[in-house]
């Protein structure tokens, strides 16, 4: 393919990309070869000429994602050499301090926003990043590049439509080598080209040879163009054989050894090269000192690797949260003045105080964003939780989304790195499954995985329909404890409608991942909301009702079948001490060692199974602090082991109750 605007300076500057970008490949590969580095490694050997040839296309400033094989992405958009090797080494001048790794290189400075090793998991995320400046109207563009194996992905295809849907400006770069790991593209796609799918979500496409620089710059041109003029996406095809195995080292006995010997006896930088001479681009002295540069620079890379620092001392807990500090075993809640409910008339729905935190944000500030399924009207949310807002504030800004969880935690997470602090919501918690790698793999580690270089401003609001009835196995569970075991996430179980209000406001305004689970059988109670904006922090419990006899700890809906336990106890004589946790990540232990150092006794409610749920983990954290202290071991009440059943007889055996937590109270009582 010709293009007219290809001359003699492009061809010189695409060449010394592909000249740095092999350089830096061959130095990581010498490492390994040597021993002096051990990882699990994939080269870019063929694919060079496609971000070499994009990169003059690009701003510094305009967005990239890259997958795991991505090296030749991240020296092309402009990383440091020098960080790119520390990272190898595992330095703290590595672009994530060692933390990341090759798989995931992180340079927001450069543009480079998220380097996934997980198959195709970035290209939700670069929806979002485009989403961010879509809505700004912005001219910037966000690349996304991919492999032939992730284009059979699902999230894939969910982004794919998201992006058509909303014309966003993105271009999905697919960087077809012709092998899905150790599966032959024949073996695993029907199709003769990933571009023919373009056509399904009425998207732009094109498919071209990824060893011509030529021919990749001037359909980038076209596609980057259109995405800067606002006219969508584009899903490029860039087909370049893999010139060796899967990952460094590995097998090449599923590859065809006629192709890969063509290919490594005439590789396209060698092909490229010669062609620079034959137009009178250049001539060979400055192409030879541009080689000589490019392994210069590698060598002062590695020298600059060899030297750099050891970690900090206390580095390894750093970058998990905005600050160590709030690592369970570190945190301790600071005092707050709690929200004074006894003079407040005004009643309203757990429902409607979700509705007047989520207006107060978007009118307060200008980076919120709404996504998520049915939250337009007229629907407003399955329960009216969002209802008046796409009116009043616009749906660019309170935007409906398909069926698709996965494009919809990518997008908040891709705006979220882009500066904005979206609200999405998962309809309900158990869907959460659906998008788990984005919540625990992404959203929960980028902070940690990019040493520190990005956050994810973002909340995930989710239902949980509990003990209501009639929804059954599939639409009941409480996951916290799954959330849970994932650094990086913080979490909030709110029972009352002033809670939700003050805790959603906090996590709409919180540095890190914040999800609330919102209890359905909480929804349309009414209880005292103050006007305006007050926050709740995280992490911090609050005392119901004074006790002496036994504390009686419990989150979401199950507060409400303590409170009521606790007036029975009272009228037989027990005197129990009502927390409302409210937050599982921070968690308050404070409070709650306070409560049982008082009372020697603690029972933990909670609507998730019983079995390896919260509760065993307060229980642990309990016995192991106040073993002596004790006057009856920590007892737990939580859902049976068992699917959610739909039968109301059955279900009634399942979740906890007043009745259930006053037998076990008495029980400890008697003890």
Known sequence: MFSPQFDAELAVHIFRNMVRIQACDKAIQRGLASGALQFQYYPCGGQEAIPAAMAPLINRDDFFVTTY???????????????????????AAGTSKGKGGPMHLSDPYSGLMVTTGIVGAGVPIANGLALAEQIRDSDKVTLCSFGDGAANIGAVHEALNMAALWQLPVVFVCQNNLYAEYTDFSASTRVKSIADRGAAYAMASASVDGTDPEAVYAAASEAIARARSGEGPTLLECVAPRLQGHSFGSDEGHMDAELLAEGRANPPLARFRTRVLKEGWATEELLADI??????????????????????????????????????????????????????????????????ALDLALSTDDSTLLLGED?????????????????KHGDARVRGTPISEQA?????????????KPIAEIMIVDFAMVCMDQIANHAAKLRYMSGGRTNVPITLRMLTAGSTGSFGAQHSQS????????PGLKIACPSSPADVKGLLLSSIHDPDPCII????????????????????????????????????LAYSWAVGEVAAAAETLAEQGVSAEVIDLRS???????????????????????????????????????SEALFSELKAP??????????????????????????????????????
């Open 69 to 91: 094989r991505g090296v030749h992405d991240v020296i092309a958009k402009g990383t440091p050499m020098s960080e790119v090797i520390a990272e190898m080494y595992g330095t």
């Open 291 to 356: 080689e000589k540069e490019a392994a210069a620079e590698v060598s002062a890379a590695q020298e600059a690797a060899d030297s750099a620092p050891e970690h900090e001392s206390g580095e390894f807990f750093e970058d998990v949260y905005e600050s160590a500090s709030l690592l369970p075993g570190n945190y301790h809640a600071e005092a707050f003045d709690e929200p004074d409910l006894s003079n407040v008339e005004r009643q309203i729905t757990y429902a409607e105080a979700v509705n007047e």
């Open 375 to 391: 939250i337009m009207d007229p629907a407003g949310g399955i329960v009216k939780a969002t209802a008046g807002l796409s009116t």
């Open 408 to 420: 919809i935690v990518g997008a908040a997470i891709g705006a979220s790195l882009a500066g904005m």
């Open 479 to 486: 996951l916290e404890s799954w959330f849970a075991h994932v």
């Open 517 to 552: 689970i919102e209890p359905m059988n909480c929804y349309f109670v009414p209880g005292p909301v103050p006007e305006g904006d007050y926050r709740i922090p995280f992490g911090k419990a609050k005392v119901l009702r004074e006790g002496s006899d036994v504390t009686l």
């Open 584 to 622: 599982v990540l921070p968690m308050d232990m404070d409070t709650v060692l306070a409560s049982v150092r008082k009372t020697g006794r603690l029972l933990i409610t909670h609507p998730a199974v019983e079995f390896c749920g919260v509760g065993a983990e307060i229980a642990a954290q309990v």
């Open 634 to 671: 920590v007892a737990r009440y939580g859902a049976a082991y068992t699917p959610v059943p739909f039968s109301k007889v059955l279900e009634a055996q399942h979740f906890p109750n007043a009745a259930g937590v006053v037998e076990r109270a008495a029980r400890l009582v008697g003890a």
